[in-house]
């Protein structure tokens, strides 16, 4: 089984901060096979997940390794583009006019450019397998929420304890109130809320101040 959501770990947090939308049955048109794999990629469906990389990350492997890259190349690459997407598939408003193939493809193929580029490996002869839909808008986001999680992780491990297993027991472990009470000593499930709530606000200054200063 791949690993997976490896940079989004910290997705129970920033669902506390931008509120995300479970896909809806529109999500993509024509193809119910697709509907449901965006459906259980939506939702971190391990199945969904599974069946996405082995449809598709032959495909992005041969493009890569044909083109100056590795198996570990390919990998990281791959898991980039299905995390773009599950990005994506959170929005309401996401339609994908396409298949997942040529979307992830596409997102691949971009990502791939891009580092060839900055490795100074870039060359105007790069092999293209499949068809290709412009992804540069989705990719711009994907990049500034790579940023966005990158500084939440920065605040998570400044924040300090109890607060920081506090909150990783409340929104990564999905532990309840009683359980968090029992563990961290507090009273009763009213004071670990209470308390949880306040770790929570201490993270969210923490979050912005470094966001609104560009770090």
Not at 2 to 18: Q, R
Not at 75 to 92: C, G, M, N, P, S
Not at 172 to 197: R, S
Request: hydrophobic share 40%.
């Amino acid at each position: 089984m791949i690993i997976f959501f490896e940079k989004n770990i910290l997705v129970g947090f920033w669902v506390t901060f931008i509120p995300l939308t479970v896909l809806n049955e529109q999500i993509v048109k024509g193809d119910t096979n697709e509907q449901v794999l965006l459906i259980g990629l939506a939702n971190n469906d391990s199945k969904a997940i599974e069946t996405i990389y082995k449809d598709n990350f032959n495909m992005v492997q041969s493009f890569i390794l044909n083109n100056n890259g590795s198996y570990d190349d390919a990998r990281d690459i791959f898991q980039e583009a299905v995390i773009a997407l599950y990005e994506k598939a959170q929005t309401e408003s996401f339609v994908l006019t396409c298949q997942i193939k040529t979307y992830l493809y596409s997102i691949c193929r971009r990502l791939w450019l891009k580092r060839l580029q900055q490795m100074g490996k870039y060359s105007r002869k790069i092999e293209t397998v499949e068809d290709t839909v412009a992804v540069e808008e989705d990719l711009e986001a994907h990049e500034k929420r790579n940023a966005e999680f990158i500084i939440m992780d920065r605040a998570l491990n400044s924040l300090g304890e109890p607060c920081k297993s506090l909150l990783e027991g409340y929104y990564l472990k999905k532990m309840n109130m009683a359980k968090l009470a029992e563990d961290f000593g507090y009273t009763n499930a009213d004071n670990a809320k209470t308390q949880k709530y306040k770790c929570l606000m201490r993270l969210k200054k923490l979050f912005f101040s470094q966001y609104n200063i560009g770090e």
